[in-house]
Structure formats: structure tokens, C-alpha cells
């Protein structure tokens, strides 16, 4: 007697870090339950995947998603629904809220928040201050936490730990990773006259190559004498990738899709405040040497910094600005267009947005296409070519960096847990996500 399973995904080529394959997947009860030879099972529903590609649920490790206290901006119901809408079935959100998630109570408060309102899965960061180590403790162990995360550099928000005497506390203190703004706040006030009123391309000018490097360095340097394990993120510049690759003991590190694909001064010239971001958009010979990195796997990570504000807080006269632009749903059609280019192979995506994510932060039963594990898909179509455009936003702030911009490889289906959740351009059924597990 045939056993009967929830779904059958037939005919479709499933994408491994290492393999790309032709097979057949049955789910069972949310979970991944066989893949290859189905012929001897029977499915209540059945989904023809010829011609797409099966990825294992695609994460983004870095959105600010605004809630609580930024919601005109961004929430958790909005930021998700932009997240499937892209083929992301996991976040990673931040903790530089109003107020800051600065202790136990106000972490819990956020993931109360988060319940039956975000259609994607999600872990959340807990904000480290320099007084807040107990609190630290209190949160590591919770699911739903990914991490602790430092500024060392102020940015959007009060969060900021400068001092890395501080830092190196921090490190001591948890077996959580921790993830870092790198930019250092001495040398962001030292160089405050090359802000110019009006002129964002003097952003760059202000937190330039050494505002970064210097932090970078010593991060590592703490790194090392602690022997602890940090997470770098949005690496800007050359001379951080340089020194990173040669650093790697206890350090690992993330880039954002658009210091992939925009560079200085033509995306200022272009998109004024809107290409405004912490740490910056940079020079060509910046963006080179960081697509060169994509190009021969040194990069870890790609998360997309999805970090809104309303047109109307863009518009307003550098350096009055808000820094940060959204990217939750245009990552994968980004990184997508590059293996349409050749730059990468499809398994480099799974590599850069499943598994390594999964197996730098611990996470517990998602980001493979094993049996056994949580049936997270996001469905790829890589013959289909389109326009980004400002209209398919999902975010709160209804407007992309990357408006116009023709994209060929698409994210075409996102399934949580056995189930549709975004599927040819809608969103299906309610909110369903859940927090994650860490080992």
C-alpha cells in the first residue's frame, strides 16, 4: 500500500552548496520526508516544478524591520511580506529599535510582537551596551536570538559601544555570536568637516576606507587574543578584504548586494540620498575588488541591510538624510542576475544565503535540502528576465535603489514549512513564521 505524504514537488532541480540535481521531493507534516525515487508515495497535493529550481530557503541575516517604535517606516508584518515576496523564508532583524533591545524583558516583548505576524521565520539580535552583559547572559540562550550585535561606530539609532576595551568584555562574556558595525567612532568625529551640506557624494568622504579598517583590525585583533567567533558585517572597502581573507581563524564576514553592483560617484549623481548608507556606496575600485571576492568565494555571507525610511526622510538635504535603503526582497534577484552573468554558479547563492548562515550562527533544522529537515523552499525561475520596479515593493517605504534595473533569474515561489507562502507575484494564507533554534 502506497504510504500518503502532504506534498509531492515533482520534476524540479534541486540546489545543493555543492550539487545541483534533478528529483522529486515529498514532504510530510512541514518537514522534508524524501528526495529522489516518490514513486511508491501518494500526496494530498502535488506541485509541477519543471523548469524551476529548488534552493533551500534563502536567509536574510541583516533587515531592520523598525519595530517597535519606526512602523511608519517598516514592521515585522511588512518587512516579511517583502521578505517572501523576494524568495527569503528566514530573517535575521535588528536591535537599533525605539527602544533599543537592550534587555530580556524588551526582547521578549519583540518576539510576542512577532507572533502570527511574520510570514517568514525570524531570529532577532539583542543589542549590546557597554553596562548590559547580565542582560546578555539572560537572552543568549533564547530562540529567536541569532546573536548579540555591536556598533562600534553610531549609526541609525543609540546603540554604539566605542570603546574596545568594552567590546573585548563583551566577547568574553557569551558563547553567542557577535556581529559587527564596523566603523570606528573616534575617527567618525575627527573627520565630521568632509561633510558637505547638500553633496551625499562627500558621505564617502567622511566614513572613508580607514573609518572601517581601523575598527576591522582591531575587532580581529580581539578576536584573536579572546579566541572568540565574530561575524563582520557589510564589508565595504578593499583593504578590509584583503586583510579579513588573511584572518579567518575566528572571523567571518558579509557584504550587502548593493556594494555588489553600485559604486561612487555615479550612484550618487544618480540617486542622491537614496544611495545614502552606513558604512557607504564607494568607488569602483572598491566595487571590484568586493566582486572579486564574490567571484572566488571569499565572501561568507551576502545579507541586504534592508533598512527603510519613507521617501519623504530620503528626499531631505544631505546630511539630514537617513542612511540605510530597503533590499530584503532584492537580494536573490540580484545575486541571481550574477550567476545569469556566469560571476557565480547557483550553488555559490545557496552557499552565500542557506548554508553558510546556517552553520556559522548554529541554526537548527533549516537551510538544507536534507530528509528531516524543515521543507523551506524558495522556487527559481532562471530563464525569466524582468524590470525591479518601485511598484512590486513590499516594504512600507514603496521604493528600491534598484527601480529599473533588468534582472535575469528570479525568485518565482517561497514555501515555509511545506506550505505556500508567496507564489507568481501573491502572497498566500496568513502569517505563519516561527522563531528559530539555535544549537
Known amino acids: 500500500m502506497n504510504k500518503k505524504v502532504d506534498l509531492i514537488i ?3 532541480t534541486y540546489v545543493t552548496h555543492q550539487k545541483t540535481i534533478k528529483g522529486d521531493i515529498a514532504v510530510n507534516k512541514g518537514k522534508i520526508f524524501r528526495i529522489g525515487d516518490v514513486s511508491d508515495l501518494k500526496a494530498s497535493r502535488s506541485i509541477d516544478a519543471e523548469g524551476l529550481h529548488i534552493l533551500p530557503g534563502a536567509f536574510d541575516t541583516q533587515v531592520h524591520f523598525r519595530e517597535p517604535g519606526n512602523t511608519k517606516k517598516e514592521d515585522l508584518k511588512s518587512g516579511s511580506r517583502a521578505a517572501i515576496a523576494g524568495g527569503i523564508t528566514t530573517v535575521f532583524d535588528m536591535p537599533n529599535n525605539k527602544p533599543s533591545i537592550t534587555t530580556k524583558k524588551l526582547f521578549k516583548a519583540k518576539l510576542n510582537g512577532a507572533k502570527k505576524r511574520m510570514f517568514c521565520n525570524y531570529a532577532f539580535y539583542f543589542g549590546a551596551e557597554k553596562n548590559n552583559i547580565p542582560e546578555i547572559k539572560k537572552v ?5 536570538c541569532c546573536g548579540i550585535k555591536v556598533f562600534v561606530g553610531s549609526s541609525t539609532g543609540t546603540l554604539l559601544v566605542s570603546n574596545y576595551n568594552d567590546i573585548k568584555k ?8 557577535i556581529s559587527f558595525h564596523s566603523e570606528d567612532e573616534n575617527e567618525l568625529n575627527k573627520r565630521k568637516k568632509y561633510i558637505k551640506k547638500g553633496d551625499p557624494r562627500s558621505h564617502p568622504l567622511w566614513r572613508n576606507e580607514n573609518v572601517c579598517l581601523k575598527s576591522t583590525k582591531n575587532l580581529v585583533k580581539l578576536a584573536n587574543s579572546t579566541k572568540k567567533k565574530i561575524h563582520v558585517l557589510h564589508i565595504t572597502t578593499a583593504d578590509e578584504i584583503e586583510f579579513l581573507n588573511k584572518n579567518k581563524k575566528f572571523v567571518s564576514y558579509e557584504v550587502t548586494p548593493q556594494h555588489l553592483v553600485l559604486s561612487s560617484p555615479s550612484c550618487y549623481l544618480k540617486l542622491g540620498t537614496l544611495a545614502q548608507m552606513n558604512p557607504p556606496i564607494r568607488s569602483g575600485k572598491h566595487l571590484s575588488r568586493i566582486r572579486k571576492a564574490l567571484k572566488n568565494s571569499e565572501i561568507d555571507i551576502i545579507g541586504s541591510d534592508h533598512a527603510p525610511h519613507l521617501l519623504s526622510e530620503k528626499k531631505q538635504e544631505y546630511p539630514n538624510s537617513p542612511s540605510g535603503m530597503p533590499g530584503v526582497q532584492t537580494l536573490l534577484p540580484i545575486l541571481l542576475n550574477e ?20 552553520k556559522r550562527f548554529n541554526v537548527k533544522n533549516k537551510g538544507l535540502i536534507k530528509e528531516g529537515y524543515d521543507a523551506d523552499f524558495t522556487f527559481v525561475d532562471m530563464r525569466k528576465i524582468k524590470k525591479i520596479s518601485n ?23 517561497t514555501m515555509i514549512n511545506g506550505n505556500k507562502v508567496f507564489w507568481n507575484g501573491k502572497i498566500i494564507g496568513k502569517p505563519s513564521g516561527k522563531p528559530l533554534k539555535f544549537s
Open 10 to 12: 515533482k520534476n524540479g
Open 140 to 144: 543568549e540562550k533564547e530562540d529567536g
Open 170 to 177: 563583551i566577547m568574553k562574556s557569551t558563547k553567542k555570536m
Open 339 to 358: 550567476v545569469s552573468k556566469k560571476t557565480i554558479s547557483i550553488n555559490n547563492v545557496v552557499q552565500l544565503t542557506s548554508f553558510n548562515p546556517i
Open 391 to 413: 511598484k512590486e515593493v513590499q516594504s512600507k517605504c514603496g521604493w528600491t535603489p534598484f527601480h529599473g534595473m533588468k534582472i535575469k533569474g528570479w525568485p518565482v515561489g
